[in-house]
């Protein structure tokens, strides 16, 4: 009898142990007679859309997945500079960014090979100057142009970087833009009239002494004339080397480039109906840097001219399309 009171007990302790409330919770705060709960604030409208400009187009490329497009670069010189060829293949894949495949005639290097965007805009991949000329091809204008809009490309004609610290620019001067000339129907299309006006130009020097051999030109110690009798010529001494006792100079190295040209885009289609312009690159001084230079565009002048291609090259076709 006295185990099971003293269960009894124990058991009513514990139930009022429950119900106790922990330490340090705070008690609601008792509303007064006649309180109202205050109304929820409303999300913030978001602002309507403006409707598009119907002055206004997008360029876009329009590249169809497992259709690849090809076209050829053609550069005629004008100053005795080699004449250029390079063929190009733009490829839209399944999956991932858009691939522009690069080949040049008569070029032992491997193809080469970059991303874009939807706009033209180089992404990846591409050496310099096959990333300028791609540049020039392919980049289109961010947001919709009309007719007088202006923006500027992502070239870098000249560019001192790659010569090191030990190259100072002293002078330069960039110009940078490209231009929606006219905007003209055609059937159930539109053509887009763009015009280009690029330059820029560098000039700087490398320190005295920067100069390598080949640079500065080799030159050779003068031998002492040799003695035609006994003790002739003794105590004299051999003739000064003017040359090898000058000072070095600073180098001075400039370059400049220039892009003037025209090309039509068909705004529905997505593709170039006709592009066409002259380049220019002029260098005076010759860098130390070996293979390093100032200008990242072929040397010389050349009339550049677009043309499409009926199919892609079996040396710009994806390994699998060659299967």
């Known amino acids: 009898m006295k185990r099971c009171l003293l269960s009894l007990v124990v058991l009513l302790g514990a139930l009022s142990a429950c119900g106790d409330k922990p330490p340090g919770q705070l008690e609601p705060i008792p509303r007064p007679p006649g309180y109202v709960e205050p109304p929820k604030p409303e999300e913030p409208k978001k602002a309507p859309q403006p409707a598009p400009d119907p002055n206004k187009v997008v360029l876009r490329w329009k590249l169809a997945t497992g259709a690849p497009v090809a076209f050829r670069l053609e550069g005629s010189p004008e100053d005795g500079a080699s004449a250029l060829k390079v063929t190009y293949a733009l490829v839209h894949p399944e999956k991932g960014d858009n691939v522009v495949r690069i080949a040049r005639e008569s070029s032992k290097e491997a193809v080469e090979q970059g991303t874009f965007s939807e706009r033209g805009f180089i992404l990846d991949g591409l050496g310099d100057v096959d990333r300028n000329l791609a540049t020039l091809l392919l980049e289109l204008p961010k947001d919709p142009v009309g007719v007088g809009d202006t923006w500027a490309l992502g070239a870098d004609f000249v560019n001192p970087e790659p010569l090191g610290m030990g190259f100072s620019a002293k002078k330069s001067d960039r110009r940078n833009t490209v231009k929606l000339a006219s905007l003209t129907p055609e059937g159930d299309d539109k053509v ?49 080397d003017d040359h090898h006792n000058e000072k070095p100079k600073a180098i001075e190295v400039t370059a400049e480039v220039s892009f003037k040209g025209t090309g039509e885009f068909l705004v529905k289609a997505g593709k170039w109906r006709s592009w066409q312009g002259t380049l220019a690159a002029k260098t005076a001084g010759s860098s130390p840097a070996p293979g390093k230079s100032l200008a990242h565009v072929p040397p010389g002048t050349l009339k550049l001219q677009l043309t499409a291609l009926d199919s892609v090259p079996a040396e710009l076709q994806a390994p699998e399309a060659k299967r």
């Open 192 to 240: 887009a009239t763009i015009q280009y006006d690029l330059f820029e130009t560098v000039t700087g020097f490398f320190p005295p002494g920067a100069a390598t051999a080949t640079a500065t030109g080799e030159t050779v110690p003068v031998k002492a004339a040799p003695d035609k009798g006994k003790n002739k010529g003794k105590g004299k001494k051999p003739p000064a």
